[in-house]
């Protein structure tokens, strides 16, 4: 099957595609986009898709016209997340690779058919009377189609990191990832050649929380500091799927509902207030790295 995904730069790789120059332009990370996934698992699995509608030609690149033919009338016997990507399986051994993007939404609908919005640019309804529609004002989500037994090999998920939910995601994974690497900390952590799904919301509070400077250079991470750091990632990370994402502009549960960590962010997005980490008294601080915003507390942090 040959991909309609153009070839990738290293750029969509190190941060996803986005390029904000500072502004807080904000892309679905890890949590939003397993938060999304597990619901459209809960409420389609086992589904037959009896009819889809490709609304518009293109969304970041041309969408597949073969989603038409090779979905329709198929069951959906699965459900995947792979990095920042959902993948759904389906009854004919092909597979649905879908991107949120940055203000992508996938929302499921029961009963009659939904009003559809110009911005809804692929609508799909199952044998159920459930209708589940694709929402990207900003038309720059992405889809396209695999061989389900070769959907690692696809060009857009072959040369992702590790996972860091993995069981097997510990200290001396990162440790060997981070070897070598003469960038910043933070940076590190967005490559998704190094590590899968994590943004800049994430990376922020992981790194806020085991108490290092966003500017410290990976390579120099010691083995203390990699053990601490592991556990932060998978705890904000967890933490934040637990509360459906984050919802400070664009990002809403299959539902339509949005998500709460916002609510519990400790630096990210909180330039000039207190760090609300225990007995600090600093003030949270914003730079910019590589184009994207850094929040992080300069007393805390080091």
């Known amino acids: 099957m040959k991909s309609r995904v ?3 730069r290293s750029a969509d790789l190190i941060v996803g595609g ?8 904000i892309m679905p990370e890890l949590p939003e986009v397993e938060n999304v996934m597990r619901g459209l698992a809960q409420r389609l699995t086992g589904q037959r898709l009896v009819g889809i509608e490709l609304r518009r030609s293109a969304l970041r690149w041309p969408i597949p016209k073969e989603i038409v033919e090779q979905l329709t009338g198929k069951r959906i016997t699965g ?24 203000s992508g939404r996938m929302l499921v ?13 692929v609508v799909c309804y199952t044998d159920s009377s459930l209708w589940i529609k694709f929402n990207d004002y900003r038309r720059f989500g992405m889809m396209d189609l695999s061989p389900t037994n070769e959907i690692y090999q696809h060009k857009l998920l072959k040369n992702i990191g590790p996972e860091p939910l993995d069981k097997g995601f510990s200290s001396r994974t990162l440790e060997s990832v981070l070897s070598g690497k003469h960038v910043p900390i933070k940076a590190a952590l967005l490559n998704q050649k190094l590590v899968a799904g994590i943004g800049n ?3 922020c509070e992981a790194l806020h929380r085991s108490g290092i400077l966003p500017s410290h250079f990976a390579m120099n991470i010691t083995k203390k500091r990699a053990k601490k750091l592991v556990f932060e990632i998978k705890s904000v990370l967890t933490e934040a799927i637990a509360a459906g994402g984050t919802s400070i502009r664009d990002h809403r549960q299959v539902n339509n509902e ?5 609510n519990a962010l400790r630096v990210y997005n909180r330039e000039g207030e207190r760090c609300l980490s225990d007995g600090c008294y600093g003030t949270v601080k914003r730079v910019v790295q590589y184009g994207r915003s850094t929040f992080y507390c300069p007393q805390c942090q080091s």
Not at 18 to 25: R, T, Y
Not at 114 to 119: M, T
Not at 258 to 262: I, L, S
């Open 79 to 102: 459900f995947r997340r792979r990095a920042k990507y959902i993948i759904i399986n389906f009854s004919n051994n092909i597979s649905w690779i879908i991107h949120l993007g940055i």
């Open 258 to 262: 949005p998500g709460f960590f916002q």
């Open 18 to 25: 986005e390029c904000c120059l500072g502004l807080l332009i």
């Open 201 to 203: 919301i994430y990376a």
């Open 109 to 121: 609908f029961n009963g009659s058919k939904p009003l559809i919005d110009i911005h809804d640019h």
């Open 6 to 8: 153009p070839t990738i």
